[in-house]
T-cell receptor, first 112, second 113 residues
């Protein structure tokens, strides 16, 4: 079945540590996105990529980094520079042309 | 001003009630519009697309008013299973494969027996 997979589902990070969240899709979608959601809040865009080897900052990119070496994969690294990383992270993908977005099941990151 | 704004909610309604959510967007170049449903601690899932002519899917009706830059979602005969957060999504198609997709903060609905 085609879909978008995020891993891990739960992740714990120590202070000052970098962690990488995985996002893989087999939908042959060109565009991929990373969002952050805080309790009771909407989705805020961190980074997005419309094509391999290219990506753009979203509204809250500081403290995060991404890569897009393959069409299927768009990993997000939460760096130690992100001071408040505890949140629910969602990866999404779309085809071109303003179509609906498909989401992964999310990664819940907690700083311990 | 946020690009996409929704009623803050929460909405607490009895079973069988009719409830309406509103959403406004600021970018007049926006081209496609959606309502997503998000259950607690889960990912958002598409509920329905929104077309200029309005569209209906069972108990759900979505309307778009481009002149006023306004989208609505009407739920009739609410069920307990409708309890969720409803997200308004506005998409601007920039160029080939380049979409600018913006989410509202969501409106939480609780349907009570």
């Amino acid at each position: 079945d085609g879909g978008i997979t995020q891993s891990p589902k739960y992740l714990f990070r120590k202070e000052g540590q970098n962690v990488t969240l995985s996002c893989e899709q087999n939908l042959n979608h060109d565009a991929m996105y990373w969002y952050r959601q805080d309790p009771g809040q909407g989705l805020r865009l961190i980074y997005y990529s419309q094509i391999v080897n290219d990506f753009q900052k979203g509204d809250i990119a500081e403290g995060y980094s991404v890569s897009r070496e393959k069409k299927e994969s768009f990993p997000l690294t939460v760096t130690s520079a992100q001071k408040n990383p505890t949140a629910f992270y969602l990866c999404a993908s779309t085809t071109g042309g303003g179509t609906e977005a498909f989401f992964g099941q999310g990664t819940r990151l907690t700083v311990v | 001003r946020k690009e996409v704004e929704q009623d803050p909610g929460p909405f607490n309604v009895p079973e069988g009630a009719t409830v309406a959510f509103n959403c406004t967007y600021s970018n007049s170049a926006s081209q496609s519009f959606f309502w997503y449903r998000q259950d607690c601690r889960k990912e958002p899932k598409l509920l329905m697309s929104v077309y200029s002519s309005g569209n209906e899917d069972g108990r759900f009706t979505a309307q778009l008013n481009r002149a006023s830059q306004y989208i609505s979602l009407l739920i009739r005969d609410s069920k307990l299973s409708d309890s969720a957060t409803y997200l308004c999504v506005v998409n601007r198609f920039l160029w080939y494969n380049n979409n600018d997709m913006r989410f509202g903060a969501g409106t939480r609905l609780t349907v009570k027996p």
